[in-house]
């Protein structure tokens, strides 16, 4: 395999400028910090103001004894707050997630530039956000772009959230592992922010530092607890109560709680002793775990509680990244609450009130979002939908949460996420990794297309315009048609110019496709015939009957249900080759749970991001009798095009396995025919190209950010 080469092509700038107001009603000043409590200049705080329709704030507080300590930002009277020229000053926090990928960086995103952070910033900024969050230790490069962008643009800085975040939880099985594991991680966070990240290359010659210690709004605790983790925990032999200078835990507190506090002592003794600084902290819930869940299966940071040493204060950060109704958000109650600004079913709205109430520490929801994945794949009983959106729907989902959770009285929002990742998996996907220069997105990942920026792999649209095929050869030229195919890292593309008699919203075309040949040799319900054995058929019946459907033994859904989950009785029927059935492709809606959707019904549109009628939603397109449509990878059971990998057979070995393969074969026809497939020319690929894009969403998102609690004049 030859090394892949990935190219860029930077999007073009946005057609209108937006304006920046920083949330903190900032006057430009520089970070100021205190050396000492005399020093500080405390003033009465102002009285609290109601701003455009949203929760009363105070606007300035007293100043906290700080000490000898620096102490940038606290967490205090229901919001965060930042030191401006000896005044503390309210900061509403207006983020994003920045994740640690890029398709020409790897799957640990360790080669992202000096130069992409820059410019990413700029973009975030214009957004009108005032703050990053992100989950790991970034690469140099980040730390010290985010020093000089902020350096650069000291009147609007760039804030940072910075988690404290192990990786697989279910390692640890006691509540002195789970401290141990965050110790580690706590060296390493503290380490980065004041510059000496994972690497020290510097990417030009500029003299530099990534010392980002006076942005960081807080640290938060994090992992990807569930239940079962937390009861396990709760199970060790360990205390139940803890009393130190900086944390303590409260009346009830668990042995999971009280290992987050011992966890919080340690990043306060660390800062103090090493850095002479302290920083807000807050421990991440989920909604699987979250207060509103109970003691049994969740925790509360309410059971934690600052010590008398620690006056930067604790906040609550929560995950409001909502895929499904398993968790207290489906709760029935919420369903019925309607949205006076919408007049609308708002179970969103609902849960953060909720949520909110059971906090008296100010509460920042730190990941929200909504995808751009190509299926609907989460929604919740009030028919919000999370996934399977346009660009347009995205846009207006993530600007409506933005403000929901600014009138529940909560100190921030983050957006989950920046960018697209194609590294993130999903519960429905199937664990195949590939090699750090071989990634290739999968459309139908609920969790890979959160960004408000998109990484385009696409090489053609369909939208009308043929000229990209003109000096293409036709795979199949007769006098009924002309066949053509191209491919890249995200899509089979297939454009058809009909030359015979033919309706495109009565008549029925055939495209049956060979990925692996374990498909039938004909189709019985339309009395096809195939030269070669398909294991996919695209049926092509007007704009709203459409779709590619499955040979039933590459279907993978029907396997995973009977087979894996054992959900549905086995029908060895389904389960044999050459049957000639070919049904329709489905996904698994909330998690395997018996819903489920057609992922195979293809959108009728224009899916040219260009063009003002752009649906990104859209997979093919027809002007006449010349039809485009653009197949995903993962509809054909193609784990990775690059490296010409696809799923095994998984009747035949039991389990989901990846086999290779080196051809694509399609043809065309009409019921009762016998048609003729010919190969593609298929060869995986060298090089992967895609275009970083802003997605239509960016403008609704910069929007709604500039609206919330404007400068006070």
């Known amino acids: 395999m030859f090394k892949k080469i990935f190219c860029r092509v930077l999007s073009a700038a946005l057609s209108a400028a937006v304006i920046f107001a920083l949330v903190s009603c900032d006057n430009g000043s520089e970070n100021t910090t205190s050396s000492d409590a005399d020093s500080t200049v405390s003033s009465a705080p102002e009285a609290p103001t109601v701003i455009d329709g949203y929760p009363e704030h105070q606007n300035t507080i007293a100043a906290p004894n700080t000490g000898s300590k ?42 992202i530039t000096y130069a992409t952070y820059m410019d990413w910033f700029k973009k975030i900024s214009d957004m009108n956000a005032n703050t990053i969050r992100v989950k790991s230790v970034m690469n140099q490069a980040f730390y010290e772009a985010l020093y000089n962008y902020n350096a650069e643009n000291a009147k609007q800085p760039l804030y940072l959230l910075h988690d404290i975040h192990i990786n697989s939880p279910e390692k640890y099985d006691t509540a002195s592992s789970l401290y141990d594991a965050f110790k580690t991680k706590t060296d390493e966070v503290l380490s980065a922010v004041h510059g000496n990240a994972n690497e020290k290359q510097s990417s030009n010659n500029k003299t530099r530092s990534g010392d980002v210690s006076s942005y960081v709004a807080g640290f938060i605790f994090s992992a990807d607890f569930t239940p079962e983790i937390i ?57 699987e775990t979250d207060t509103l869940m109970g003691a049994e299966t969740g925790f509360s940071s309410e059971n934690i509680k600052p010590g008398e040493e620690f006056v930067a204060g604790i906040f609550a950060a929560a995950s409001v990244f909502v895929q499904d109704d398993s968790s207290a958000y489906g709760k029935a109650e919420y369903g ?33 979002g909504a995808s751009t994945s190509r299926v609907r794949c989460a929604e919740n009983e009030s028919e919000q939908r999370f996934a399977g959106l346009s660009e347009d729907e995205q846009g207006k989902l993530l600007a409506e949460m933005i403000k929901s959770i600014a009138k529940e009285s909560c100190a921030g929002s983050v957006i989950m996420s920046w960018q697209d990742d194609w590294t993130a998996e999903s519960y429905d996907s199937f664990g195949y990794i590939s090699a750090d220069d071989d990634i290739t997105p999968d459309s139908s990942s609920f969790n890979q297309f959160t960004g408000i920026m998109g990484f385009d792999a696409a090489s053609g649209y369909s939208d009308g315009n043929t000229i990209e095929w003109m000096g293409a050869s036709p795979i199949i030229s007769d006098e009924t048609q002309e066949v053509y195919a191209k491919y890249d890292a995200a899509y089979l593309h297939i454009y058809i110019n009909v030359k015979r008699d033919f309706d495109f919203e009565n008549d029925t075309l055939f495209v049956p496709i060979s990925i692996f040949g374990r498909g ?79 992922a195979g ?20 397109y027809c002007t006449g009798k010349k039809i485009e449509v ?15 990998m696809a799923l095994g057979d998984f009747f035949r070995n039991g389990r989901i396995t990846f086999s290779s393969f080196d051809e694509v074969k399609i043809g065309a026809g009409s019921t009762g025919e016998t048609i003729n497939m010919k190969p593609i020319g298929f060869d995986g690929l060298d090089t992967v190209f895609y275009r970083a894009r802003l997605k239509a969403s960016y403008d609704d998102v910069s929007l709604a950010f500039s609206s919330l609690f404007k400068k006070i004049n």
């Open 231 to 287: 009861s396990r925990i709760n199970s060790s032999k360990s205390d139940k109560s803890y009393s130190g200078s900086f944390f303590a835990t409260g009346d009830g507190a668990s042995i999971f709680e009280t290992a987050l506090a011992k966890s919080g002592e340690y990043l306060a003794l660390s800062e103090r002793d090493t850095y002479s600084r302290q920083t807000p902290v807050a421990f991440l819930n989920r909604p």
């Open 601 to 620: 019904f293809l959108r009728f549109g224009i899916n040219n991001p260009n063009l003002s009628d752009y649906d990104s939603t859209a997979d093919f």
């Open 70 to 111: 620096t102490v940038n930002f606290v967490a205090a009277e229901g919001g965060m707050y930042r030191l401006e020229k000896d005044e503390w000053k309210f900061s509403y926090i207006k983020g994003v997630v920045i994740c640690s990928f890029e398709p020409s960086s790897g799957r640990t995103g360790q080669n």
């Open 336 to 368: 019925e609450y309607v949205n006076p600004s919408t007049e609308k079913p708002d179970r969103y709205r609902a849960y953060i009130s909720a949520l909110k109430s059971k906090y008296s520490v100010p509460v920042i929801v730190a990941e929200t």
């Open 630 to 644: 653009r197949i995903p990878w993962a509809l054909l059971n193609v784990v990775n095009p690059a490296e010409s």
């Open 520 to 598: 039938s040799k004909s189709e019985s319900e339309n009395s096809l015939t195939f030269s070669d054995n398909a294991d996919f058929l695209l049926v092509i019946n007007g704009k709203g009957n459409t779709r590619i459907k499955t040979d039933i033994y590459n279907d993978v859904y029907y396997w995973k249900r009977s087979v894996r989950d054992k959900a549905v009785e086995f029908d060895s029927s389904l389960a044999q080759k050459n049957t000639g059935k070919y049904g329709n492709i489905l996904c698994s809606v909330n998690g395997d749970k018996g819903q489920s959707i057609e």
